[in-house]
């Protein structure tokens, strides 16, 4: 097996270097032939590297340790879901996972454009492959997967238990899926710029793997964070570690290029922008790579120090030499003929909200890499934590929903100041009302009543576009409201999809803000029988049990929760001792409710003593932001469903004859338009 | 005022303001991250200030009190990487400091010769009042590469 699995990525590194050879000597003698060749050879290269997935896949189901990889990452008790996740555990399987989610994206974007893009269509692939000739060239020749062990042990080292989780099986491959789906756009914006192809064809091509790559970079986060909750036990799930920060700065410039190429479909403006953007996307990837992988930069997230941090870089400056160099050399040909006229506009809103997107993801590039900057020009080391990203970011999210309540409802072009007044009576009437109510609940922070009430606009401008839009159906085609409802979603799924996204990231940012200013915490020592409080719970530690089996340790505390004297809940947290990497681990009990959640942690048992240290967080509304980010992706889903309208517009863009479109779109009169 | 110069005054007024926050940020948040041997030597400025400071668990130096919730220890500068130890700077004894948290659990990983990351303040007496003590993970499960 091992042996197969090595051939197999030989195999596809030479197809790979092929398939660029023949696409570049095919494009100069203009020979279908070898386009074609060059494009099996990509197909083949796909077949190769799934050949070797299997193989280390074979590996670790039959715990196979003379491979080195199995043996340092799987053992013969792991559970069988873990040694599949095992996969993505480790840094040769991960970095063998990531070419092989690129070798299937690579060969679906073959096929979806076997019959359009002609010119575009090889240069990009030629990109691709490039790409994939790097990783397989660390495959083969770096940080191999299938190398032997000279003595075969017994037993594995186990799978680090802080990824024995099931979030942590779904959240390597959500992250690594948005991760790499950024390439296909990449490459052909490589391949419009190369060809000078500089209309929106590459736009249309490419938008539903932008929204596919959005999709799962959103759910990558979310897990992340959601594992994090659940697994690390210090009642948080976000604490702007260098690794979350590599997770999050692509997701913030693709929601950036998402929101700008609305623009250029619409105004043919922002053409160099949106290229930047794009770029920047793919390149944030690569550096989140980079930066798990190099140790460059500490981190509570212990990856495995390696060699390949020079490659990466050295790898991550070629493709930003070379594609800022490309984009230079064809900025005279993306002159756009529009030009801003308002700040009253839906552009206006769209580029500071990309400015804000943007001026994010660099703050929290600045913080990620200052320790290192800071060690290079001052000779000392530097760091800021969580203090510094809240006190950038927290300002510029505030900003970010103002936008967001703003975008949708704006006109293009320009607005009076009298409409702007008519249409946002609405929203702003919420936003004000949200503000006094929260005041006269007692809340004094500045941050606390800008946010909610800012929620509460961005909430507003939403219910009006829906309820716009039923109204019109239902006065022009005169359904029932929920019928219309439906309809409206249904037939112009990309705007009102991203007006569910818009919705869940109003829930979210509630929850991100409750839960970080009103979290109360409690640390306490107790011995059986004992209790404590926190908020309105009472807890009564009743004793621990402990379950014991060949894979781990498992020692509970039996903890009662009780509110004015009834009955809430029993809850069991538990320390965890897993054997073979003798470490500990903790099991957080949760009890969650859309007002707050208990979030109880056993922190440590004194065998002398008897006494059980207990953590303890009461934090409230956290339940909405994963509501939220159910939400988005919800809405990202509705956004992506197939429509006969954006098909029509992709075959317009291709020149080629429209299909005709079903149904005439239905816009409602006042609302300006747009997605 | 032309339209294009009205735009990249706005967009620089905002780009202008992320940057003040940044600078601000910054300023106020930055702690340094040294050694024990950089804290030792640098000893003298350092007091009263916030740090981050990477070392190692001393042996035999770990104190824990689970009623009160205190943990005291010593953190060491640790082993060169060869595996020889550090040596000694001639007539300076080897660099320890003494940290004590309170309130706060023990950290899972907390053991005798553990690397650890200290973040806290430094009394001019040379001790650091962590706020927060982070645990890395032991090198035993990086996979040492077979020869």
């Known amino acids: 097996m091992p042996l197969i699995g090595q051939l197999a990525l030989a195999l596809a590194l030479l197809v790979a270097i092929y398939s660029i050879g023949a696409n570049l000597i095919g494009l100069r003698r203009n020979s279908p032939e070898l386009l074609l060749s060059a494009r099996h050879a990509l197909w083949a290269m796909c077949a190769m590297v799934t050949v070797a997935v299997a193989a280390l896949w074979a590996g670790l189901l039959a715990s196979d340790f003379s491979l080195e990889y199995v043996a340092s990452y799987s053992s013969v008790t792991l559970p069988l879901p873990y040694k599949f996740a095992a996969l993505w555990g480790g840094q040769q399987g991960s970095l063998l996972f990531w070419t092989w989610l690129l070798s ?89 710029l190369i060809t000078r192809r500089l209309d929106d064809a590459w736009i249309r091509t490419t938008r539903r793997w ?16 959601r594992w994090a909750y659940e697994v690390l036990g210090w009642g948080g799930y976000w604490a702007w570690d260098p690794v979350e920060n590599a997770a999050f700065m692509p997701w913030l410039v693709m929601t950036a290029y998402l929101h700008s190429v609305m623009i250029q479909e619409r105004k043919d403006m922002l053409k160099v922008w949106n290229l930047a953007l794009v770029g920047m996307a793919f390149m944030l990837t690569l550096f989140g790579t980079f930066l798990t992988r190099s140790g460059v930069i500490s981190s509570v997230h212990s990856f495995t120090q390696s060699g390949l941090g020079p490659y990466f870089l050295t790898f991550l400056i070629v493709v ?99 409409a702007l007044m008519r249409t946002f009576m609405a929203p702003i009437v919420m936003g004000v009302g949200a ?47 929920a019928r219309a409802l439906v309809n409206l979603v249904a037939k112009n799924n990309r705007r009102y999809g991203g007006y569910i996204i818009h ?78 990497q003798q470490q500990p681990a903790t099991r957080v009990a949760i009890r969650s409710t859309p007002l707050a959640d208990l979030y109880v942690v056993l922190a440590g048992v004194d065998d002398q003593s008897g006494l059980a240290t207990f953590e303890v967080f009461l934090t409230p509304l956290v339940f909405w932001l994963w509501a939220g980010g159910f939400m988005m992706a919800i809405g990202t889903v509705i956004v992506m469903w197939p429509n006969v309208r954006e098909r029509a517009a992709l075959a317009a863009a291709l020149g080629r004859d429209a299909p005709v479109a079903a149904e005439t779109p239905l816009e409602p009169q006042a609302a300006p338009g747009g997605d | 005022m032309p339209s294009k110069l009205r735009f990249v005054v706005g967009a620089g007024l905002i780009v202008l303001a992320i940057g003040y926050l940044i600078l601000t940020a910054v300023r106020n948040t930055s702690e340094y991250y040294l050694t024990v041997s950089e804290v030792s030597a640098r000893h003298a400025q350092l007091g009263g200030q916030m740090l981050r400071v990477a070392g190692r668990v001393k042996a035999g130096s770990i104190s824990w009190d689970p009623a009160t919730l205190t943990l005291a220890f010593a953190i060491v500068a640790p082993p060169n990487p060869d595996g020889s130890p550090v040596k000694a700077v001639a007539a300076a004894e080897p660099a320890q400091f003494r940290v004590v948290e309170r309130g706060e659990p023990k950290p899972d990983m907390f053991a005798a010769g553990r690397d650890v990351i200290v973040e806290g303040r430094f009394a001019a007496d040379g001790t650091i009042e962590a706020r927060q003590v982070l645990t890395s993970c032991p090198s035993k499960y990086v996979p040492k590469k077979p020869k």
């Not at chain 1, 073959?110 to 990783?135: K, M």
């Not at chain 1, 932008?210 to 964070?225: D, E, Q, R, V, Y």
């Not at chain 1, 500071?352 to 320790?371: C, K, Q, S």
């Not at chain 1, 306490?524 to 009564?540: C, D, H």
Request: with cysteine.
């Open chain 1, 503 to 580: 919705l869940g990231v109003v829930f979210a940012f509630v929850g991100i803000v409750a839960s970080s200013f009103f979290r109360i915490e409690v640390k306490r020592s107790v011995r059986e029988g004992q209790s404590f409080t926190i908020g309105a719970y009472e807890l009564t530690y009743l004793g621990l049990k402990g379950i014991e089996d060949a894979h781990m340790e498992d020692l509970g505390a039996r903890v009662e929760v009780t509110s004015g004297g009834r009955a809430v809940a029993t809850l069991m947290p538990a320390r965890l001792f897993y054997k073979r």
């Open chain 1, 435 to 481: 503000g006094i109510a929260v005041f006269a609940m007692g809340l004094r922070q500045w941050y606390v009543l800008t946010a909610l009430s800012l929620a509460a606009f961005a909430l507003g401008s939403v219910i009006v576009e829906f309820r716009r839009g039923v109204s019109a159906r239902r006065h022009l085609v005169h359904e029932a409201p």
């Open chain 1, 104 to 192: 299937i994206f690579t060969s679906i974007a073959i096929w979806q454009n076997r019959r359009r893009n002609p010119e575009i269509t090889p240069w990009a692939l030629i990109v691709l492959a490039a790409v994939a000739v790097f990783f397989l060239g660390m495959l083969n020749f770096v940080t191999r997967p299938f190398d032997l062990l000279a003595t075969v042990p017994p037993d594995g080292s186990d799978l680090n238990p802080l990824l024995q989780n099931y979030w942590m099986a779904i959240h390597p491959p959500s992250l690594y899926t948005g991760y790499v789906s950024a390439a296909v756009p990449f490459a052909f914006a490589c391949g419009a």
């Open chain 1, 210 to 225: 932008a929204i596919f790559s959005w999709f799962f970079l959103t759910l990558g986060n979310l897990f992340g964070a």
């Open chain 1, 320 to 418: 930003i030499v070379a594609y800022t160099a490309l984009l230079l050399s064809r900025v005279k040909d993306l002159k756009g003929p529009a030009e801003f006229e308002s700040y009253l506009s839906r552009e206006a809103a769209f580029l500071f909200n990309n400015l804000m997107l943007v001026g994010i993801a660099f703050a929290v590039f600045w913080g990620t890499v200052f320790p290192v900057l800071s060690e290079a020009v001052r000779g000392v080391k530097i760091t800021v934590g969580p203090p510094f990203f809240d006190a950038v970011n927290g300002p510029l999210a505030l900003g970010l929903i103002f936008l967001m309540g703003v975008g949708p409802l704006i006109a293009w072009r320009r607005t009076s100041p009298e």
